[in-house]
């Protein structure tokens, strides 16, 4: 059983075009997120969810919009994609307590490119 | 201030040999520091984490270094192997907050 799973894992298409990533984990986990990796393997947070609500947003533009219909899943959607948004996707998870974020779990990733 | 420096970028080590990454950090309120691994083609992996109250930690052959007064904490890869070939990542956060990664560190150990 996989803890979190992303779907696709691999996706292309042209400059301009719509397109969504799935994230869901079976952990039990309250909190989960939304990470890019660069072309140099620098990840970066781009959201976090905790119970369904945003937690963080970075300085991400506006044409990324996460939707998390419950807790077990955060769905990515990025309209009007351009090439700086080839990268890989990582969506993770983890259980926060009132001391700390706590481990998280990464998916496999999702890598996108943009043509 | 909220950044986290890894050194270096890419390492080399034969066999057998040690492995040391090392990260520095500047903000003081950071209170854990994790050490993901990351395999290609797979999402990061939590190694092993410390907390500014030890100085070190060990599991296996995995040890982190903390120097809290420097600012400063490091992994150590006891007979590194050819399978602990990967790209490592430092982090640190405060709190509940998020983790802030390293740039990661491209690992491969020669036979």
């Known amino acids: 059983d996989t803890a979190v799973s992303q779907t696709p894992k691999y996706l292309v298409t042209q400059m301009g075009n719509d397109k969504s990533i799935k994230c869901e984990q079976n952990?039990?986990?309250?909190?989960m997120y939304w990470y890019k990796q660069d072309s140099k393997k620098f990840l970066k947070i781009m959201f976090s969810?905790?119970?369904?609500?945003?937690?963080i947003n970075e300085t991400v533009p506006n044409r990324f919009s996460p939707k998390s219909p419950d807790k077990a899943h955060l769905n990515l959607h990025i309209n009007s994609l351009e090439l700086g948004d080839s990268a890989v996707y990582f969506c993770?998870?983890?259980?926060?307590?009132?001391?700390?974020?706590?481990?998280?779990?990464f998916g496999e990733g999702s890598r996108l490119t943009v043509l | 201030q909220q950044q986290v420096k890894q050194s270096p970028q890419s390492l080399i080590v034969q066999k057998g040999g040690i492995s040391i990454i090392n990260c520095a950090y500047e903000n003081t309120a950071f209170d854990y520091f994790p050490w993901y691994q990351q395999f290609p083609g797979k999402g990061p992996a939590l190694l092993i984490a410390?907390?500014?109250?030890?100085s070190e930690k060990k599991e296996g052959r995995f040890t982190i270094s903390f120097n809290k007064s420097a600012k400063q904490f490091s992994l150590h890869i006891m007979d590194s192997q050819p399978g602990d070939s990967a790209t490592y990542f430092c982090a640190a956060s405060v709190g509940q907050g998020n983790l802030i990664f390293g740039k990661g560190t491209k690992l491969s150990v020669k036979p």
């Open positions: 993770a998870s983890s259980q926060v307590t009132l001391r700390d974020t706590g481990e998280l779990f």
């Open positions: 952990l039990g986990h309250d909190t």
């Open positions: 410390i907390r500014p109250d030890v």
């Open positions: 969810y905790n119970n369904k609500e945003l937690i």
